[in-house]
């Protein structure tokens, strides 16, 4: 399927490099696929500097570069310099395992212009508990080396039921570590998350307190730190632009090459997707079936198609449709006016309740095998 040029897309101008599905962690809401144990083969060194290459060329300009844990490929160093020589602005997305002083004065002197760290909470306890990992020490220091390089730091904390009260102390602990910003991002509900949906949803009266504790630390730093709070879709009754809009600006390529217009779209069934080692940037980004599948709103039926936000929201998340609509066509299930919103708010009122169905599933290699990416939501 080709575009034709009327609806032919701008470059795509932020690269996500996924360098790894490898992660010391297990965390209970991590966006990597369910199934990720089994795309096992990773790009080689020289196919992703000719990754590089092609996106530059194409106009790319912002690159991420990501994971699992990026620090575990040893060439990221030698990624990180190419994208500097190529004019990308790079920020490294990390747990901080593996970032020692030694490998931080290295990725400084390559090039890297900035450096994401996350945390899972606010304590030692549920840090480690949240992540199944005990990483709290470590991430401390590992912020602190952060500051020493003369890195922009910003802090991410991936906001649910089980933390989300810690909200004042979270900010808190970013404000002394000297973040100049901190994402508070609440839960998108696929990939890990969704199987962990009913222990991490949180209830309307927790989504009050947190954004009005958010609003009085704003207030209280001023211009200091830039704090964002990121709403739950699902309780807000209104859908998302998915990632700005498939397939508009941003293309992940996966560890094992495999090119999408989102971190999650391998899940969606119908749709293939081509590989970077059998395709050019360019010929995937404008040619391929799956990129263009549901770019703009040609794509749409109703309520969608009709609907004066359209434009605005171009249907909300793919994903989401297809985990609890069963349909990647369908209105974003969040949306009031989808004909499975019933599906939300019935997720929601569980929430209310506490009804919690089973025990978290933690993010490892021996879970990813038992499981597929689930496709029923409730």
């Known amino acids: 399927m080709t575009a034709t040029p009327a609806a032919r ?17 297990h965390c209970v809401f991590c966006y990597n696929p369910v199934d990720f144990a089994a795309h096992e083969r990773e790009l080689s060194t020289d196919d992703w500097l000719r990754v590089l290459r092609e996106g530059r060329e194409m106009g790319a300009v912002q690159l991420g570069l990501s994971g699992g844990e990026p620090l575990l490929r040893d060439d990221l160093e030698t990624i990180v310099a190419e994208a500097r020589r190529l004019g990308y602005y790079s920020n490294l997305l990390t747990s901080g395992v593996g970032l020692t002083a030694e490998r931080a004065a290295a990725l400084k002197a390559a090039g890297l212009d900035h450096v994401q760290l996350s945390f899972q909470d606010s304590t030692r306890e549920m840090n480690d508990f949240l992540s199944h990992t005990k990483t709290f020490e470590l991430k401390n220091r590992v912020a602190k080396i952060i500051k ?17 009260d810690h909200i004042g102390r979270i900010i808190e602990m970013a404000h002394e570590m000297g973040a100049e910003y901190i994402e508070l991002a609440n839960t998108q509900y696929y990939s890990w998350a969704f199987v962990n949906r009913a222990q991490l949803l949180p209830t309307g009266e927790q989504l009050e307190r947190a954004e009005a504790v958010t609003d009085e630390w ?3 730093v001023g211009d200091a730190m830039r704090i964002f709070f990121v709403a739950p879709d699902y309780h807000e009754g209104k859908a998302k632009k998915c990632v700005n809009g ?7 390529v996966t560890p094992d ?8 779209a391998r899940m969606l069934p119908g749709l293939e997707f081509p590989n970077v080692r ?3 940037l360019r010929e995937i980004w404008f040619d391929s079936a799956g990129f263009n599948r549901f770019r703009g709103t040609g794509w749409m039926k109703e309520p969608c198609a009709s609907c004066a936000h359209k434009e605005e929201d171009l249907g909300g998340c793919r994903c989401q449709a297809y985990l609890i609509a069963h349909d990647a066509e ?7 006016f989808s004909p499975h919103h019933d599906k939300v708010q019935a997720a929601v009122a569980a929430a209310e309740r506490g009804v919690v169905e089973q025990p978290l599933v933690f993010r490892d290699p021996a879970n990813s095998r038992r499981l597929s990416t689930p496709a029923a939501g409730g």
């Open 9 to 25: 897309p701008g470059p795509p101008l932020w690269l996500l490099a996924e360098l790894t599905y490898r992660c010391p962690l």
């Open 148 to 164: 020493a390089q003369g890195w922009p730091m910003v802090m991410n904390v991936v906001i649910h039921r089980l933390n989300i």
């Open 218 to 220: 704003r207030r209280r």
């Open 246 to 252: 498939w397939g508009s600006m941003f293309l992940t």
């Open 257 to 264: 090459g495999t090119a999408l217009p989102c971190h999650t």
């Open 278 to 280: 059998d395709a050019s």
């Open 330 to 336: 369908a209105a974003d299930p969040v949306c009031r």
